[in-house]
């Protein structure tokens, strides 16, 4: 009966690791993501990986760019733009959720039904809202709606931010501090009228403004779908766009405390066959 009981344990025991794996599936991709300029990387199971086309995410990967890196996140019901130097992660669980660990990300949504975290705070809104965040301690939170109002849950204290409103959290456990955003820059060159230019020249984007530092974004004509972004010290910046037709560009100013404001007005360049 001894020798049964043993033979018994010993055969569980070795089952136990099939066991295991056969309880814990492989995590269902929910997002796409889109490689559209520079170093993208997808992190998955501990390792990561550079990407140059489109990959799938599940709970528990990680994204992160280099610092010439853009990436667009998307699920059926938002849409995630991944800024330059950053680090975001879909959350591993039943509740999904995306963490922002360094950089920057805009987020478009038709439901409010995922919230962005930070080690500082909590945002959860449709919309569409700029997140930033800086990892030197002791961390730092940044919130700038666009359309919609956003939640913001830091410290022991929920605060509603809509447009015109920026919003900062300095540390983990901070009272959230509503703030006044950077005036949006002006006379932007070109502008309303579009400016022509034969494929493969250069064009400078130009505005005027009184940040020292701004955030520029060009993208299709409609605006839904950026193309490239740049972050500027100074009022101008050299740019080569992609292909051939009309683009749509707009420009933020950036605060010292690195909180970005509303952008400007549209101005359009058209690139045209040589």
Do not use: N
């Not at 049964?4 to 099939?18: E, S, T, W």
């Not at 701004?214 to 409609?222: A, D, G, K, N, R």
């Amino acid at each position: 009966m001894r020798s049964a009981r043993c033979g018994a344990a010993l055969v569980l025991a070795a089952a136990a690791p099939l066991l295991a794996a056969r309880s814990e599936p492989p995590a269902t991709a929910v997002a796409e993501v889109r490689v559209v300029e520079g170093r993208v990387e997808h992190g998955h199971d501990g390792s990561w990986k550079g990407e140059s086309t489109s990959f799938r995410m599940a709970p528990g990967d990680h994204v992160r760019t280099g610092e010439d890196g853009l990436a667009v996140l998307t699920l059926p019901w938002m849409q995630i733009l991944v800024g330059r130097d950053s680090a975001v992660s879909l959350a591993s669980g039943r509740v999904l959720s995306t963490s922002l660990e360094k950089g920057r990300i805009e987020q478009r949504a038709s439901s409010d039904i995922l919230k962005v975290k930070t080690k500082e705070a909590e945002i959860r809104g449709a919309g569409s809202v700029v997140v930033s965040r800086a990892d030197e301690a002791p961390g730092l939170t940044r919130v700038s709606p666009r359309a919609g109002i956003f939640l913001v849950k830091a410290g022991r204290k929920v605060v509603a931010v809509a447009p015109g409103q920026g919003l900062l959290v300095r540390g983990k456990g901070a009272a959230p501090e509503v703030v006044a955003l950077p005036a949006a820059p002006r006379d932007l060159r070109p502008g309303r009228d579009p400016l022509y230019v034969e494929h493969g020249q250069p064009v400078t984007l130009a505005w005027t403004g009184t940040a020292r530092r701004y955030h520029v974004e060009v993208s299709s004509l409609s605006g839904d779908e950026v193309l490239l972004a740049r972050d500027v010290a100074g009022t101008a910046v050299p740019v080569s766009l992609p292909g051939l037709g009309t683009f749509r560009w707009r420009v933020s100013a950036v605060d010292e405390d690195g909180l970005e404001g509303a952008p400007s007005d549209p101005g359009f360049v058209c690139v045209v066959e040589k």
